[in-house]
T-cell receptor
Framework: DVKVTQSSRYLVKRTGEKVFLECVQD?????MFWYRQDPGLGLRLIYF???????EKGDIPEGYSVSREKKERFSLILESASTNQTSMYLC????????????FGNGTRLTVT | GQQVMQIPQYQHVQEGEDFTTYCNSS?????IQWYKQRPGGHPVFLIQ?????EVKKQKRLTFQFGEAKKNSSLHITATQTTDVGTYFC?????FGTGTRLTIIP
């Protein structure tokens, strides 16, 4: 069974802090994704990666960056956290983009005060 | 980016009633996936449809892909309390807006 692990379930940070959200998958999947989920706005894609060191912007990349130094790990970075980045962040992985199911982690609920 | 609209946004049903959610796209979809997210949980894959007009069943759940591959539906027969959650369609990186199902016991 695929396991996608997000490092924190809950996180509280201050405005202006640099925040790292970590995601690890154990199934050798090529593709990894970061979504944020907000009430009334659904799931929105921030960034995705289809290979090591490769990254593509999603629909809402502003204020975020990502890192994929190893195949199994995909990190989301908030360079300077702001209150409008308070959200649920969901990491996912898939074997083949567009045709394979997404496997999600449990999510990180980030609060920026 | 591509927009995939889902209707209705919310649905409240009595336990035992049927439920349907619809997904509509302005462009032709290559395939479509359906996910369920329980309250407090993360989306979980249910099924993928690929062919025009395809119909797939999982127990009380029936999934359809339109002939023109521009729409899809998920129908639940005789809902149970375990069906509570939000149902999303998904294609090419984009999730539909979701339909939240609540059930009155």
């Amino acid at each position: 069974d695929v396991k996608v692990t997000q490092s924190s379930r809950y996180l509280v940070k201050r405005t202006g802090e640099k925040v790292f959200l970590e995601c690890v998958q154990d199934m050798d999947h090529e593709n990894m994704f970061w979504y944020r989920q907000d009430p009334g706005l659904g799931l929105r894609l921030i960034y995705f990666s289809y290979d090591v060191k490769m990254k593509e912007k999603g629909d809402i990349p502003e204020g975020y960056s990502v890192s994929r130094e190893k195949k199994e790990r995909f990190s989301l970075i908030l360079e300077s956290a702001s209150t409008n980045q308070t959200s649920m962040y969901l990491c996912a992985s898939s074997l083949r983009q567009g045709v394979s199911p997404l496997h999600f982690g449990n999510g990180t609920r980030l609060t920026v005060t | 980016g591509q927009q995939v609209m889902q209707i209705p946004q919310y649905q409240h049903v009595q336990e035992g009633e049927d439920f349907t959610t619809y997904c509509n796209s302005s462009t032709t979809l290559s395939n479509i996936q359906w996910y369920k997210q329980r309250p407090g949980g993360h989306p979980v894959f249910l099924i993928q449809l690929v062919k025009s007009g395809e119909v797939k069943k999982q127990k009380r759940l029936t999934f359809q892909f339109g002939e023109a591959k521009k729409n899809s539906s998920l129908h639940i027969t005789a809902t149970q309390t375990t069906d509570v959650g939000t149902y999303f369609c998904y294609e090419k990186l984009t999730f539909g807006t979701g339909t939240r199902l609540t059930i009155i016991p």
